[in-house]
């Protein structure tokens, strides 16, 4: 099952269709009823409002890297800069960094080190508050497609990558695990993944569905 929390309640929504962001009795996001405006559009066959809508629903949210970063560690989530449009932590050895182990969700410090290093990346180290099941490449998505529902555990947040997906589950205490199957790796203790909005080479690291209240709870 994919879950994600709502965005007007806040509490835990189970996605029971694409594009869901909050429960049936809840209020609908602006992005919401766009989508629903949408598919009225396309099943009365008025394409110019169809062609339109699908325009204004494409328009990408480019959050600054700063701000996200600090809205992680307000959720507790440590984090720690990592070397733009890249993916090796930013502060090296010999300037006093310790790459993942640097990770903190301290506020004020996150918020240091991105007026230093504004174009910075973000990373989140794994095996605290959640795993990342890594899908990369059309080998990953083939294999991820291959596995059956009883296979894969709760989704607690999807993220999609230059390459393809990041699946947020909980926690398990095991650690990183290359080569699970074609093209699908398991970040657990001792890995870490980046954050949206990273990105290489102008290709953002993008939340298709937001972490759940599991994710966020304090590790």
């Known amino acids: 099952m994919n879950y994600t929390t709502c965005k007007d309640c806040k509490s835990l929504l189970q996605i029971t269709y694409l594009g869901q962001e909050t429960h049936p009795g809840c209020t609908p996001t602006k992005e919401e009823l766009l989508a629903r405006e949408f598919v009225d559009a396309v099943q009365r066959h008025d394409e110019a409002e169809a062609d339109r809508l699908e325009k204004l629903l494409n328009q ?63 990373g989140l180290p794994t095996g605290h508050q959640f795993d990342v099941i890594d899908i990369d490449g059309p080998e990953g998505i083939k294999s991820l497609s291959e596995l059956g529902d009883d296979v894969l555990p709760d989704v607690h947040g999807k993220v999609g990558t230059p390459r393809g997906f990041h699946l947020y589950v909980l926690a398990t205490g095991d650690g990183n695990r290359a080569g699970v199957r074609a093209g699908i790796d398991y970040r657990g203790k001792g890995g870490y993944v980046l954050a949206p909005p990273s990105q290489i080479d102008l290709r953002r690291y993008a939340w298709l569905s937001q972490p759940s209240p599991e994710i966020l709870k304090p590790g």
């Open 60 to 122: 990408p949210a480019l959050p600054s890297l700063g701000s996200s970063a600090v809205w992680y560690a307000q959720q507790g989530w440590a984090v720690f800069p990592v070397a733009p449009n890249g993916k090796q932590p930013l502060i090296g050895k010999r300037d006093g960094g310790n790459g993942l182990h640097d990770a903190t969700a301290d506020v004020a410090q996150v918020r240091q080190w991105w007026m230093q290093y504004p174009e910075a990346n973000i």
